[in-house]
């Protein structure tokens, strides 16, 4: 490594290494990382820009440029990606006001033992009086970010379940997997989403190695 730069795309070719410094385990991430993107009764174009949606949200470059240009192989457009990347968006801002919930009862010294409650989503309402502005503004844009378009809302609840699992928020993967259903979404195709979030997180993890590499030798 020769410059200052952290990130270029030609680091990733140090991934092999990983093949021969852990090969059984990276054999099997590999094997997984195939089935979960494979097509399924979810279509492997919905589960590359789920990948894309995810890559955002983990914040792994790699992903986003390999996922991208798979998506683009599989002729993906570049508003179908807007549309998932605005779903990503949507989810990563909501994960933080639903664990605010939490914020509340800590800041009302609640000596509630249970941190995640399901009674405290009644306390959403608060938001919209202690901030209205913030709280109109948000809800507006996640109901943009949501609603039907290119990507089908069936679609785009499968993308929000998938990073909900990734921001590891109980009240968001409550109220989607709800949503999910109610739009005929069976357990097989949730349990498929939920894989690829899986896969990318994980992969996430795997890509970011080649940093450790250069750390390690330079």
């Known amino acids: ?116 409650p399901k009674s405290n989503m009644a306390r959403f309402k608060e938001f919209a009086e202690l901030s209205p502005e913030g709280f109109r503004s948000f809800n507006q844009f996640d109901r943009e970010a949501m609603k039907p378009g290119l990507i089908s809302r069936k679609d785009k609840e499968l993308i929000a379940i998938a990073i909900a699992h990734v921001t590891g928020c109980p009240y968001c993967i409550d109220i989607h997997t709800k949503n999910a259903k109610r739009l005929g979404i069976s357990r097989e195709e949730l349990a498929e989403a939920i894989f690829v979030a899986t896969a990318l997180k994980a992969g996430s993890a795997l890509a970011h190695s080649v940093n450790a590499l250069n750390a390690y030798d330079f």
């Open 1 to 116: 490594m020769t410059n200052d730069s952290l990130y270029q795309k030609s680091y990733i070719r140090r991934l092999p290494e990983l093949a021969k410094l852990a090969p059984d385990t990276f054999k099997g991430f590999a094997e997984f990382d195939k089935l979960a993107l494979s097509d399924g009764l979810i279509p492997k174009k919905t589960k590359e820009l789920m990948a894309v949606a995810v890559g955002h949200v983990t914040g792994c470059p790699y992903c986003i440029d390999s996922h991208v240009s798979s998506s683009k192989r599989l002729k993906v457009s570049k508003e179908e990606m807007a549309e998932a990347i605005m779903v990503a968006t949507a989810l990563k801002a909501g994960s933080a006001m639903a664990h605010g919930l939490n914020a509340l009862q800590a800041y009302d010294e609640d000596n509630n033992e249970e941190l995640y």
